[in-house]
């Protein structure tokens, strides 16, 4: 297990996830939208990086799940690996900076690679975690999802016993990167990834009452890449504690 030093602030975040049964679907018109379920789905993050020779069991844990389509996966990759001699083409010191920050919530005392985070918890037993693990959390919020050219809007209604105040953020994912390292730690390995996140937007917090629809939008700023197939998600998080409520995923 790795863990280079990094500086560590606080700040309560979200976790990025999920799904209606896995993606998003084309309607008869040709929309592509999706509904929430009545479940809140399992989410996980992965912190990884290229340049780390502990990462690739847990990017190769990552892509297993694409057997359990009801578990949301996300692999951030942090930069801080950078200047040991690779550079991760998917890093990004925004991603650094949301691990130190989750800290706080997530209960790891500092940052390290690999790290795995199941609904907002440090999960040091991962390699042994076998997903879902626990019976569906009830959602109190439902929230619809739709594309609408290359922008995507979702309306969010809390019902009884939701937050009352609720946050959201928006990530894109893509799979099936390769990349044949040259340098550094994984020098010769030739590593897979997938549920690598590309865009990541934050939505800030508002209050929360029932009944009451609050509509988000989103403009991706990566391009949608034929060879990588892309998710565009959207989660809903208690804006207090950072712990997904209800989110959906589109993938069309």
């Not at 928006?170 to 390769?178: K, L, P, Q, R, S």
């Not at 060879?227 to 069309?252: E, F």
Request: aromatic content about 8%; charged content about 20%; hydrophobic content about 40%.
């Amino acid at each position: 297990m790795n863990h280079p030093r990094i500086p560590f602030r606080y700040v309560s975040v979200g976790i990025l996830g999920a799904c209606l049964g896995g993606a998003g679907h084309a309607s008869a018109s040709g929309a592509c939208v999706a509904s929430s379920t009545q479940t809140v789905v399992p989410v996980v993050e992965l912190y990884t990086s290229e340049g780390c020779n502990s990462c690739p069991p847990a990017d190769r844990w990552l892509s297993a799940l694409r057997t359990a389509p009801e578990v949301v996966a996300l692999a951030f990759h942090v930069d801080y690996w950078d200047r040991l001699g690779w550079k991760d083409r998917f890093a990004s010191a925004a991603f650094s900076e949301r691990q130190a920050r989750q800290q706080a919530s997530t209960g790891a005392r500092f940052s390290y690679t690999p790290q795995v985070v199941v609904d907002g918890k440090d999960r040091k037993d991962w390699p042994s975690l076998r997903l879902p693990t626990a019976s569906p959390q009830t959602a109190t919020v439902r929230v619809t999802l739709a594309r609408e050219g290359e922008r995507f809007v979702a309306n969010v209604v809390p019902d009884a016993g939701a937050p009352k105040r609720l946050g959201a953020y928006w990530a894109v994912t893509e799979d099936g990167h390769v990349t044949a390292v040259k340098a550094g730690e994984n020098d010769g390995a030739t590593l897979r990834h997938d549920y690598v996140v590309r865009d990541h937007e934050t939505v800030p917090a508002w209050a929360a009452r029932t009944g009451a629809a609050e509509t988000l939008r989103f403009a991706p700023t990566s391009r949608a890449d034929p060879g990588h197939p892309r998710s565009v998600n959207l989660v809903i998080v208690d804006a207090a504690t950072g712990r997904p409520v209800q989110a959906l995923k589109l993938a069309c």
